[in-house]
């Protein structure tokens, strides 16, 4: 059986990864990216169905080749911004040293390196609080936006104390919705109380004449006007936080070239004349399935509701599931209901 060190680093990175796995992961990429099919989990049919509980996958993997499922998680945390908590680079630190070969390829621990900021906002506001969440993960910034899945189990809850615990940065959008809701401000005074202990910065964004009240009552922010607001903010982090690195974005460059691959494959789907097609076409998207966006998952849906050949092709299904589930918050919520029944009468009814 595996020794104490195994079970001491599988038991730690199971907990980190509970309050993430079941909905955000796509454990399905991972393990045809890292070769752990029948692993990790298998192919039921055209379905990958990943092992649960997680403590269950992450012994599975460890015990298959431990590396490669360091290496694999590396780039879950970095993918996902799962935030490494010290004592968990700790024991893969320990563990490593106390291997025979020489593992010092692995990165792991450096994912503590990345600026965290947390975006406390009302549901009814969450138009512009995705697009301030845009502006700041375009310049390297990874953002928790803290009311996307209130609804959903004490996991979450969980979840989100770890996010306020870890972050470097607060973001505040402050409105009558703000101040009415129980939620952002228990998350505002559990940030200032982090700011109390360690010096995180807080960022009042008031979108709206509000009369500053409770928790925030010292903290006050000029009104929103747009990237001028989040530039001063950029400003601010610069100060406090120099040795973080904040990307410098050109308004003037030309479209990545990558973008531009992805629209093309998209475009492509309206010419799609059969099954094999659209199966092909889905595994050139497969290839790009981290950096396409909420915008080019709708255009996506969009196309495969026009044409059966995409609709009730197993690529379509197999590339927009996990999609629909990262993107659920920003996409077209009849669209999505739509192509579900669609293809649940089609694969029940097989």
């Not at 690195?245 to 973008?259: A, C, G, H, R």
């Not at 799609?272 to 092909?280: E, F, L, Q, V």
């Not at 950096?291 to 044409?307: A, G, H, M, P, R």
Request: proline share 2%; glycine share 4%.
């Amino acid at each position: 059986m595996f020794d104490n060190r195994f079970n001491r680093l599988a038991a730690q990175i199971s907990r980190e990864l509970e309050g993430y796995w079941e909905e955000e992961i796509n454990w399905e990429q991972m393990a045809n990216k890292f070769d752990f099919v029948d692993v990790i989990g298998e192919y039921e049919g055209e379905e990958f169905v990943y092992y649960s509980p997680i403590d269950s996958l992450v012994e599975y993997g460890m015990g298959e080749d431990i590396i490669r499922f360091l290496k694999m998680m590396e780039y879950v945390y970095i993918r996902y911004g799962i935030s490494l908590q010290h004592d968990t680079a700790d024991e893969i630190e320990e563990f490593l040293y106390n291997e025979d070969n020489n593992y010092n390829e692995i990165l792991f621990p450096e994912n503590h390196d990345k600026l965290k900021m947390f975006i406390s906002y009302s549901t009814y506001d969450k138009k512009i609080a995705e697009e301030i969440q845009d502006f700041f993960e375009k310049r390297g910034i990874y953002c928790f936006l803290s009311a996307n899945k209130l609804e959903t189990s004490d996991i979450w809850k969980e979840r989100i104390v770890d996010e306020i615990r870890n972050a470097n940065v607060f973001v505040f959008i402050l409105s009558s919705n703000f101040r009415n809701s129980n939620w952002c401000t228990q998350e505002a005074g559990m940030a200032i109380l982090k700011n109390k202990i360690n010096k995180a910065l807080i960022c009042p964004v008031p979108i709206e004449e509000i009369e500053s009240y409770g928790f925030i009552k010292d903290y006050h922010g000029p009104l929103f006007e747009g990237e001028e607001t989040l530039n001063n903010i950029i400003n601010r982090i610069r100060k406090v936080f120099p040795s973080y690195t904040i990307l410098e974005i050109n308004n003037d460059e030309p479209e990545n070239e990558e973008i531009k691959e992805i629209d093309n494959l998209i475009a492509s789907l309206a010419n799609i004349t059969s099954y094999a097609s659209s199966n092909t076409l889905f595994s050139k998207l497969r290839l790009f399935a981290n950096e396409i966006n909420s915008d080019q998952v709708n255009k996506i849906i969009e196309y495969t509701l026009s044409n059966d050949q995409v609709l009730y092709s197993f690529g379509s299904k197999n590339f927009l599931s996990p999609l629909i589930i990262k993107y659920a918050d920003k996409l077209d919520t009849n669209n999505v209901k739509e192509i579900n029944e669609h293809w649940d009468y089609y694969y029940n009814s097989k």
